[in-house]
């Protein structure tokens, strides 16, 4: 029997093991993550789990896939767990950003594990400040028994709220073992069914007041979650912040000023050790215990302030709470001398120790006017922290040496800006006679054509010219997160349980970016889906700069041209079609067959960018009003409400609709001419005669631009 399945008992888990327990008990259905210790065994965990319970889980090929692949899984309602040390966060940070604008709307659960004294190598960071920069809500266990108990209830907060969580643990919680109670494994309690809802002000970043909305809605998220975790005491029975009393009465005759301790992450396990053997010497020092971290609980921190005049914060890397504190006594006015890594006292690097903790509440009594009983200035040579501890005469020079702090960190926004400025309603069109129109629409045919409308089909976008797709008529995109990520998503759209075809689409661009990791990865899964590459050889949207795909350096010269194909097979894909996108039959036909096609299929759409000026056919076209038959039956008007194309123009000023073509813009890409039903689209100069081109005439055409190379 598995160690992590045994219930009713008190289990010995490491921290790592805990977050993976408490996920399985909570439902989680889709767990990734990219090994790297610390941090390796939350996954390596559950995986002998998959089968029994139902699990997806991966080894995805980098840490961004990974929480692409898991955030597609929450997308569609699931809860999802995506892995990492710290390293990998900052691999994943472009998609993070994304995510957390979006939020979820099943849960997602970040682990993230800081190797804090960097036993394991790699840069030491401190990961709080991906939770700032994304309004993420973050907890941070100071034992394994917390990191159950939080990941427990960042699973909750998270699909109550929306917002992905993280569980921020640090080297030494992640391999520590402690006993710990553990619940029941309740998983069917928690599955819903998968179930994905277009929605692109949410999903995407094509609108700047969409981007403006989902921030405002990231800091409401935040906000809310901050309120849930004050709850979980009475909700879930586990105190997210605590105080632990001391006796901070001061009488009038006394010359020692109140102490406290304000303290976040591992540095409490050891307060708590220090607390079990001197019990006495704690009896007068409260200690404010902070399992959030972000949002940092303001009130309770005022509060715990209001009763010291002296108190010591105590957190392994960075003055990210020290800092906070400082801010938030100077907008209260309150005054209480803070000490911590500010004043040069605790280090910035590397992980505390015993001895450290010691010797900084030497200094707490010193300053509280005590006298020092703590042993002082303890340099074990095994402790990273403490290579690094200054000494306490030191920390008045440190004092000195403090550049002002940045007291503009206000949580209550005096300066609020009103995110509600509308922005120019203006819809992003594809130019005339794009090649991604043409490849879009070959989609929507394929999907009506294979029984299914375009809403029950997911497409997932990427980053580029290509996500535009997502908007009228075409509605082809859902989704848009980073570079390359459309992949990812959909896998784990697949993961979640969607059974309908689902296709990623991404440009040739966003493939080699990113999207060669993501291919790997879904062709690793087993997964069916399909990836639409439009590759126009370029980075069209920015400028028409060359990628690996344009045979030409950035400055002009002949180089290799990479073979996109060539790529796609190389990942292990097995189904590969090169198409022209104008070739529509064709195109349908390949998408079709693609949707079908068990495990990941590739469709390329190769042609290039229209801005570069090429006439796809030889005339642009023109409208024969003989033979339009809007009003009198083209009720839909397919050409004008299908095709999207800015050089089609509708008039509503006659009788009937009035349809006509901007000869100067068109490019003769035929697509019109194939939506019409009534052949009444026809290349400028056969409009009249009898040997006018048809629309199926286009279809197929050799065209101008395979004859340039
Ligand atoms: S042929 Fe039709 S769809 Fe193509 S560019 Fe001209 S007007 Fe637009
Ligand atoms: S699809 Fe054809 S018949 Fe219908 S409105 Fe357009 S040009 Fe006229």
Request: hydrophobic share 40%.
């Amino acid at each position: 029997m598995n160690v992590l399945t045994v219930t009713g008992k008190r289990l010995f888990l490491t921290g790592d093991e805990a977050v993976a327990r408490a996920a399985l008990e909570v439902g989680v259905e889709v767990a990734t993550g990219y090994p790297g210790n610390p941090g390796t065994k939350a996954i390596t965990a559950l995986i002998p789990l998959a089968q029994q319970y139902g699990m997806a889980v991966e080894w995805s090929v980098n840490e961004k896939v990974a929480l692409e692949v898991a955030t597609g899984a929450a997308w569609a309602g699931k809860r999802s767990l995506v892995g990492m040390k710290m390293s990998g966060v900052n691999v994943m940070a472009d998609s993070l950003l994304s995510i957390a604008h979006s939020g979820v709307t099943g849960a997602l659960v970040i682990y993230a594990v800081d190797d804090v004294g960097v036993y394991y190598g790699m840069v030491e960071q401190d990961t709080r400040y991906y939770a700032q920069l994304t309004s993420l809500p973050l907890l941070m266990p100071a034992i394994p028994e917390e990191a159950y108990a939080m990941t427990r209830i960042a699973f909750t907060v998270s699909e109550q709220t929306g917002a992905p969580v993280f569980v921020l643990s640090t080297t030494a919680v992640a391999n520590a073992i402690t006993a710990m109670k553990v619940g029941k494994i309740e998983r069917d309690m928690h599955t819903r069914p998968a179930h994905f809802a277009r929605n692109l002000a949410k999903f995407t970043k094509a609108a700047p007041q969409w981007c403006r909305d989902q921030h405002t809605d990231t800091i409401k998220r935040l906000e809310q979650a901050g309120e849930l975790f004050k709850k979980a005491s009475e909700d879930y029975g586990t105190s997210l912040v605590f105080t632990i009393p001391g006796q901070v009465e001061r009488t009038p005759s006394s010359e020692i000023k109140r102490s406290g301790i304000i303290v976040a992450g591992v540095s409490f396990a050891y307060l708590q050790e220090l607390r079990q053997h001197y019990p006495e010497r704690f009896a007068d020092i409260p200690i404010l215990k902070l399992g959030v971290v972000n949002p940092l609980p303001q009130r309770e921190i005022l509060d715990f302030l209001a009763h010291v005049d002296i108190a010591l914060v105590l957190e392994e890397l960075d003055p990210i709470i020290e800092t906070q504190v400082m801010a938030l006594m100077a907008e209260t006015g309150l005054k209480v001398e803070i000490s911590g890594k500010r004043d040069g006292l605790l280090p910035r690097v590397g992980d505390y120790s015993l001895e450290l903790i010691e010797t900084a509440l030497a200094h707490l009594d010193e300053l509280a006017g005590r006298s020092p009983v703590w042993i002082k200035l303890r340099r074990p040579e095994s402790s990273a922290g403490m290579q690094e501890m200054p000494s306490l005469a030191g920390s008045k020079e440190g004092v000195a040496n403090q550049e002002t702090p940045d007291l503009n960190h206000n949580g209550q926004n005096k300066f609020h800006i009103h995110s509600e400025i509308a922005a120019l309603p203006r819809s992003l069109e594809f130019c005339p006679g794009c090649p991604h129109r043409m490849t879009y629409y070959a989609l929507n045919r394929a999907i009506e054509q294979s029984g299914f409308t375009k809403d029950e089909v997911i497409t997932t976008g990427d980053v580029g010219c290509t996500i535009i797709g997502m908007n009228a008529p075409l509605d082809a995109c859902w989704t848009e997160v980073s570079m390359g990520a459309s992949i990812g998503i959909a896998q784990g759209f697949k993961y979640a349980g969607i059974e309908r075809p689902v296709l990623a689409a991404m440009g040739d661009g966003t493939f080699y970016h990113n999207g060669i990791a993501g291919l790997l990865n879904a062709v690793q899964s087993g997964v069916n889906l399909t990836l639409i590459i439009l590759d126009n050889s370029k980075i069209a949207m920015t400028g028409m700069q060359p990628d690996p795909g344009t045979g030409r350096r950035t400055t002009g010269e002949p180089s290799v041209r990479a073979d996109i194909a060539m790529l796609v097979r190389g990942c292990g894909v097995e189904y590969v079609k090169r198409l022209n996108p104008y070739d529509l039959p064709k195109m349908i036909n390949a998408l079709q067959d693609a949707m079908l096609h068990p495990g990941v299929s590739v469709v390329i759409a190769e042609a290039p960018c229209t801005m570069q000026g090429v006439l796809i056919n030889e005339e642009p076209v023109q409208v024969d009003q003989e033979a339009c038959m809007a009003g009198r039956g083209c009720e839909d008007t397919p050409c004008y409400h299908k095709v999207g194309c800015p050089s089609v123009l509708l008039s509503l000023e006659d009788v009937r609709p009035h349809l006509s073509i901007d000869t100067a813009t068109c490019v003769a890409c035929g697509l019109c001419v194939a939506a019409c039903p009534y052949d009444a689209i026809k290349p400028l100069p056969a409009v009249g005669k009898e040997e006018s081109i048809t629309g199926n005439a286009f279809a197929g055409v050799q065209l101008r631009y395979l004859l340039q190379d």
